[in-house]
């Protein structure tokens, strides 16, 4: 309880001393080619609920930091917890993406990320994550493509993931922005078979100066997906 009072008063003072514009979200699958500003800094929040047979949890702290125009990193710190079992912490997480340009004028330039993820559980994989941010906005219509690849290994035997998310939203204002939704992932086994799960859903976004929420719902539509899977953003520029 003391650590939840703790914590909940550094966010309403981040909040209270933020002047920059954060690295606003609309999406909360697919990323739009938007990198975090020069020495800019952002506080994320991530909470992702899937919807199975047995529910379960997942909940990521990431510090977002500007590098250069076309250059920023993060690292994060994920929590997960299954129905009727405690919170843990699972994994730490360091990501970079890089823009194929210098100029900020470019900003629907591709933007390639890369993502190493590790398990606190050393009999766990390690993860690889690459994929290419595309997407460019219409006056109020912003459209994003992700192509994916995942690579595990170590320990046990190699396996690969590919996959696609892809945004589609419209904006109703500057604060309200509304979209959908779909994330599919094809899951290659070695000795076992193959998986695809797929989602599609609706999306939300609300901005209101240094911060943002983002809330994403989509449904499983393949014999592999869970029932359902929703997910929260927010975001606070320090």
């Known amino acids: ?62 510090i977002e930091h500007g590098l250069a125009p076309n250059w ?20 730490f997480q360091l990501r970079t993406r890089f823009r194929f340009s210098s100029t900020g004028s470019q900003k629907f330039a591709p933007v390639f ?12 994989q390690n993860k690889l994550e690459t994929k290419l941010i595309f997407g460019r906005d219409f006056d109020k219509i912003s459209i994003a493509l992700n192509p994916v690849y995942e690579f595990f290994w170590a320990p046990g035997d190699p ?20 979209g959908v939704e779909s994330t599919s992932r094809y899951e290659i086994i070695k000795n076992a078979e193959n998986e695809t799960a797929s989602y599609l859903g609706p999306t939300c976004s609300f901005a ?11 449904w499983g539509i393949t014999d592999d997906s869970d029932d359902a899977r929703a997910r929260f953003l927010m975001g606070i520029g320090l």
């Open 1 to 62: 309880m003391c650590f939840r009072k703790i914590f909940l008063a550094a966010l309403i003072i981040l909040v209270a001393v933020s002047t920059a514009n954060a690295d606003r979200r609309k999406f909360v699958w697919t990323y739009q080619p938007i990198l975090q500003q020069p020495d800019g800094v952002d506080l994320e929040f991530y909470q992702t609920t899937k919807l199975s047979t047995k529910d379960s949890w997942e909940y990521r702290l990431e």
């Open 72 to 91: 920023d990193m993060s690292i994060y710190q994920i929590f997960s917890q299954n129905e009727n079992e405690a919170l843990k912490w699972d994994a």
């Open 113 to 124: 990320y890369l993502e190493y993820k590790r398990k606190i559980d050393l009999k766990a």
């Open 159 to 178: 396996r690969h993931e590919y996959g696609l998310d892809i945004g589609l939203g419209y904006e109703l204002s500057y604060k309200w922005s509304i």
């Open 208 to 218: 209101s100066g240094p911060v943002w929420y983002s809330f994403g719902y989509a």
